[in-house]
Structures are given as C-alpha cells and as structure tokens.
C-alpha cells in the first residue's frame, strides 16, 4: 500500500535550492528520474525561491529582534515609573524620608545600568550586523542559524515558504 505523495511539498523544498531530487525522492519514496521529469514538466527551477526564503528570513528575524527590543525597553519604562512615582509621592510628603529618596536615586542608577548590560546580552544594537553575517552564508547554514534563533524564541512558529 503506498502513500500519497505531498507534491506541493516536494516543489517548495526543491524549489529552495536546499534540497537534490535524490534527497526528496529518498524523503518522499518516489523515483528521483520521475522526479526531475515531473519538475521539468512543471517548470520547477532549483534554488528559485532561495532569496526569497532569504529576504523572509531576514525580515522575520529584525521582527523577532525589535520584539524583544520593545519587551526591554516596556520592562525599563515599567520600572522607571514605579521608581518615579515613589519619588513623587515622598518629595510630596511635608517630611520627605532621606532613606528612601536615597533609595530612589540608587535604583535609578542601578536600573540605568542594568538597562545596558540587557541591551548587550540581547544584543540588539548589533542585531543587523549579526543577521548580515549569518545569512551570508550557504543556505544550509541560513536554515541551520534560524532553527537556532527559532530554538531560543518561545512560542514562534515561522513559515519561510508560502
């Protein structure tokens, strides 16, 4: 009893220029010359779609990295204003409380600097200089370098191909 074959599937892989018929045919368990035959047939050019799986890629990467610049940069206002308002409500005080202005003013600071050390461990001042690098390569290193970032990112799913 034999499967039925997702051609759809077979062409989209081909066509991205990551696959060889032999590959897909081993993968699909169809004969590879009737494979070549049915992608001259159809017109199916391997690695036709392989910039646009690169620009898509690209583009999904910047989006994933401006995610976690703005979740930083909410987490940072978040705790500022909680640091202001405390302010604002001692300064208010007929005697504002020495300590906890102090306190206020040492974690301003503390969180200035925290504020840094999350950029570069998120690395988003050279997120586009990261991404240049890694896509420059071969394909298989591009698929392999998004699986990795795709890995580190909870709860993403990506479509590279439509």
């Known amino acids: 009893m034999s499967k039925s074959i997702n051609w759809i599937e077979v062409e989209e892989k081909y066509k991205t220029g990551l696959y ?19 992608a001259k047939k159809n017109n199916w050019v391997k690695g ?13 990467i910047i989006e994933l990295e401006s995610i976690k610049e703005v979740e930083a940069k909410g987490k940072y206002f978040y705790l500022l204003e909680v640091i202001r308002l405390k302010l604002l409500s ?9 300590e906890t202005l102090k306190s206020c003013k040492i974690s301003s600071e503390t969180l200035t600097n925290l504020r840094k050390e999350m950029y570069q461990l998120l690395d988003i001042q050279e997120t586009a200089q990261k991404i240049e690098s890694e896509l420059n ?9 998004i699986n990795k970032y795709m890995n580190q990112v909870e709860g993403v799913n990506v479509t590279l191909v439509e």
């Open 48 to 60: 036709s779609t392989k910039k646009l799986v690169q620009e898509k890629t690209k583009d999904k």
């Open 20 to 38: 060889s018929m032999d590959q897909l045919s081993e993968e699909y368990n169809f004969n590879t010359k009737y494979g070549h035959r049915k």
């Open 90 to 98: 001692e300064l208010l005080k007929d005697k504002p409380d020495f």
């Open 137 to 145: 390569g071969s394909m298989e290193n591009k698929v392999d370098y």
